[in-house]
């Protein structure tokens, strides 16, 4: 007979996996102590495995039904999972047991609070009268447990009784100054009442207030009324005498007007300013307040983790290197782009109100959202989305039943199509939230412009509409996950961008290093079409620069390059750069920028730079060639070229490839000897039976490496995409190698 395992012997499997206790159970005393288990959850639940602490918690309460421990865990684990109403729950389930816990007197006012905020009005003022009973009786008993006076500010602020909210706040930092949460969340409290409170009122709310906070709050609110030169004077005066209040928030205060007023450059002076000079954990944690609505999870569990100012500074240049499409430049465009979306984003999509369960459009929970997405406590979803990836092509609204937005974003070569839907339900003011799918028939009809499967939603059958719905909800989901995972740089909408064709080839270099040729072509001909006659010389900057993946700099060049123009300038400007660089993998990106013309180009790419080790025979990569008397141009058998930028090759021209081996074997005499050849094969495929040969050569020497330029006549074979692959036979080892390529063959 099969033998089955019960589900708590499951369980029981399960725990001792978690613990790491092995996988031999020989002994009957292998069953873990309670304790033990306790330590264990509580590991489990600061890292954030919540399922993992909520399943060794609960398997502790069934062997001991009255551990306290066990029980105020699992109320912890549904404060970290934001469910409040089963926190409630264990807390009073702990307090019926034991009447003197403070623990559950404190956590029980946090949930009591919380999920008042979640229910509608009457029964709101029932759970908030329970969390201030809670909190008022941890007070009464140590008023210096954890945060209580920070958690009954919260309250207060629920309550929208701002005084009384903000000295609490206050209190808080003056009995623990050691709380390191404790002055951010006075920070928090008081630009929810800048935000809040009415421009007339603000300032005699904020005047009654006697702290440094207040001050630099005054010039806050300057700043959001658009008054900057008196709010960058209060804040330079706060500067020069800075007491309580972070210099990272200053700076980040005079780097925004900065950026509002049009001058990137001291801005960005301002923000680094801010950067470079963490040296606490208040001040780091003002600079991740700016940078939080586009965190990856990746980089907020890494974040996290840093525990010095110095990792903190280097990890907020990383991250805004890595997002710099042109990090070669003197500006990150970035990172003023970003301050110029929250700028608008702080005038149109605040929202500081409760996200309810009945307010939710998506109550079925068809779409899911990454951890990071909860840190945005400030916009609502339509303004995350636009901190995230800028202004959208195209907006439809509608006015039903509900109020009904969405959001087109075009695909480019870098991100895929995107549609989000954003509606208000059961709600007022701003609070505009995401969905799965409208369900207002006349947005569907709007949308028919954008996708035609709306066409078929509205007057198609109704199995098919049925079917047609799940799709799109599903599409939906992964769109909201992509896009609330990634974020991405985007231009104004006047800015004219053009592409520049490039390559990067690998060949080896000296004492273990390699050499790196970035070759480019700067469409000459098409930007001169958008300057005047007049006009005899382009400048152009040209940027370049790589980096590892911790950030640091392998290699850097700035040039503006000045090029002469004529009556119907045509072409293209073809150059190089030339690196010699250890092997790693590298972020490799480039920009051009015309001055004086509202025009730019930029790619980026991930590769890693190859080691050629003086091991087995091996070839560089294939590099194309083109004719040239440039300034980088090298003489190869008689031929001065350089590296070409293009994929695309004209038939009419003769092809020249280069590539290099490596490593070839010597005989016994010192003799090398190998066979060479160039395919083109149709397609994106490798050799195969419709290859054909296009250079075939014997070759033969004393070096173990060897330099081959082929001059290929392409002029017999088809247009189109075609693979070029170099198959090199090492006669004396008889050991064929090779490398392919990408081309297009073209008719010009």
């Known amino acids: 007979m099969k033998r089955t395992c019960s589900p708590l012997h499951r369980q029981f499997v399960l725990l001792i996996l978690l613990l790491g206790a092995g996988t031999s159970m020989r002994a009957q005393n292998a069953v873990p102590k309670p304790a033990d288990s306790l330590a264990a959850a509580g590991k489990e639940l600061r890292l954030e495995n919540t399922?993992?602490?909520?399943?060794?918690?609960?398997?502790?309460?069934?062997?001991?039904?009255?551990?306290?421990?066990?029980?105020?865990?699992?109320?912890?684990?549904?404060?970290?999972?934001?469910?409040?109403?089963?926190?409630?729950?264990?807390?009073?389930?702990v307090m019926d047991r034991d009447?003197?816990?403070?623990?559950?007197?404190?956590?029980?006012?946090?949930?009591?609070?919380?999920?008042?905020?979640?229910?509608?009005?009457?029964?709101?003022r029932?759970?908030?009268?329970?969390?201030?009973?809670?909190?008022?009786?941890?007070?009464?008993?140590?008023?210096?447990?954890?945060?209580?006076?920070?958690?009954?500010?919260?309250?207060?602020?629920?309550?929208?009784?701002?005084?009384?909210?903000l000295d609490l706040g206050r209190l808080q930092i003056e009995r623990k100054p050691d709380l390191y949460d404790a002055p951010l969340g006075l920070f928090k409290l008081y630009r929810f009442v800048v935000a809040n409170v009415s421009p007339g009122e603000i300032f005699q709310l904020l005047g009654r207030r006697r702290d440094p906070f207040a001050l630099y709050f005054a010039a806050e609110a300057l700043r959001r009324q658009r008054r900057y030169v008196e709010a960058e004077q209060l804040l330079k005066d706060i500067l020069g005498r800075a007491e309580g209040i972070p210099l990272q928030a200053i700076y980040c205060s005079l780097a925004r007007i900065r950026f509002a007023q049009g001058d990137p450059a001291r801005g960005e002076a301002f923000y680094w300013s801010g950067v470079d000079s963490i040296s606490s954990w208040l001040g780091s944690a003002v600079i991740f307040e700016d940078v939080k609505y586009i965190l990856t999870d990746l980089e907020l569990k890494h974040y996290r983790s840093l525990t010095s100012d110095r990792k903190k500074s280097a990890f907020f240049r990383l991250f805004w290197n890595l997002r710099n499409p042109s990090p070669a430049a003197k500006l990150n465009v970035r990172l003023a782009e970003h301050e110029r979306r929250i700028i608008r984003a702080e005038q149109e999509f605040e929202y500081y109100g409760f996200r309810t369960h009945f307010n939710d459009p998506d109550k079925l929970h068809y779409l899911n959202f990454p951890r990071a997405f909860s840190l945005n406590q400030e916009f609502n979803d339509k303004g995350l989305v636009y901190v995230r990836h800028?202004?959208?092509?195209?907006?439809?609204?509608?006015?039903?039943?509900?109020?009904?937005?969405?959001?087109?974003?075009?695909?480019?070569?870098?991100?895929?199509?995107?549609?989000?839907?954003?509606?208000?339900?059961?709600?007022?003011?701003?609070?505009?939230?995401?969905?799965?799918?409208?369900?207002?028939?006349?947005?569907?009809?709007?949308?028919?412009?954008?996708?035609?499967?709306?066409?078929?939603?509205?007057?198609?059958?109704?199995?098919?509409?049925?079917?047609?719905?799940?799709?799109?909800?599903?599409?939906?989901?992964?769109?909201?996950?992509?896009?609330?995972?990634?974020?991405?740089?985007?231009?104004?909408?006047?800015?004219?961008?053009?592409?520049?064709?490039?390559?990067?080839?690998?060949?080896?270099?000296?004492?273990?290093?390699?050499?790196?040729n970035v070759s480019y072509a700067i469409p000459v001909g098409d930007i001169a079409k958008d300057l005047g006659d007049t006009v005899k010389t382009l400048r152009i900057e040209i940027g370049l620069s790589m980096n590892k993946t911790n950030g640091e700099v392998m290699a850097s060049e700035l040039d503006t390059l000045s090029l002469p123009l004529g009556s119907g300038t045509t072409g293209s400007y073809v150059e190089l750069y030339r690196f010699v660089l250890r092997p790693d993998s590298v972020r490799i990106a480039m920009h051009a920028?015309?001055?004086?013309?509202?025009?730019?180009?930029?790619?980026?790419?991930?590769?890693?730079?190859?080691?050629?080790?003086?091991?087995?025979?091996?070839l560089s990569d294939i590099e194309l060639l083109l004719p040239s008397n440039a300034r980088s141009s090298i003489e190869i058998n008689g031929v001065k070229v350089i590296a070409s930028p293009?994929?695309?090759?004209?038939?009419?021209?003769?092809?020249?490839?280069?590539w290099q081996i490596y490593n070839l074997t010597k005989d016994a005499d010192g003799k090398t000897a190998y066979r060479s050849r160039v395919l083109l094969t149709p397609g994106e495929s490798g050799p195969n039976d419709a290859s054909i040969v296009a250079y075939d050569g014997d070759h033969s020497g004393q070096d173990e490496s060897a330099a081959e330029l082929a001059r290929v006549d392409v002029r017999a074979y088809d247009r189109g995409i075609c693979t070029l692959t170099v198959e090199v036979t090492d006669r004396k080892m008889v050991r064929t190698f090779s490398k392919s390529r990408l081309l297009q063959l073209t008719g010009d």
Request: aromatic share 12%; with cysteine; proline share 4%.
């Open 390 to 516: 800028g202004d959208p092509d195209d907006i439809q609204r509608t006015i039903g039943e509900n109020l009904n937005e969405s959001w087109l974003y075009n695909g480019t070569e870098e991100s895929p199509k995107r549609i989000f839907y954003f509606t208000q339900v059961n709600s007022t003011g701003n609070n505009w939230r995401l969905t799965s799918l409208p369900e207002d028939h006349q947005m569907w009809e709007n949308l028919v412009m954008w996708d035609q499967r709306y066409n078929r939603l509205l007057n198609g059958q109704v199995l098919d509409q049925s079917e047609l719905q799940d799709q799109l909800r599903v599409e939906s989901e992964t769109t909201v996950s992509g896009a609330l995972a990634t974020d991405e740089h985007t231009w104004k909408k006047e800015t004219k961008v053009f592409a520049i064709p490039h390559s990067v080839n690998a060949f080896r270099g000296d004492t273990g290093r390699t050499l790196v």
């Open 593 to 618: 920028r015309p001055l004086g013309l509202d025009m730019v180009s930029t790619w980026d790419r991930q590769i890693r730079i190859p080691d050629y080790p003086a091991t087995v025979p091996m």
């Open 126 to 165: 029932r759970q908030w009268q329970k969390s201030m009973d809670n909190f008022l009786w941890v007070l009464a008993r140590d008023s210096s447990y954890q945060d209580v006076l920070y958690q009954l500010a919260l309250l207060y602020r629920y309550k929208d009784e701002y005084d009384p909210a």
């Open 99 to 124: 009447t003197g816990s403070i623990a559950a007197r404190y956590y029980g006012g946090i949930c009591r609070r919380e999920y008042g905020a979640q229910v509608a009005w009457l029964l709101r």
């Open 51 to 93: 399922a993992r602490a909520k399943e060794i918690y609960s398997w502790v309460l069934h062997e001991d039904r009255k551990s306290t421990a066990a029980r105020l865990g699992l109320g912890k684990v549904a404060i970290a999972e934001n469910e409040w109403g089963e926190g409630c729950d264990q807390f009073e389930e």
């Open 646 to 658: 293009f994929d695309a090759v004209p038939r009419a021209k003769p092809l020249y490839v280069y």
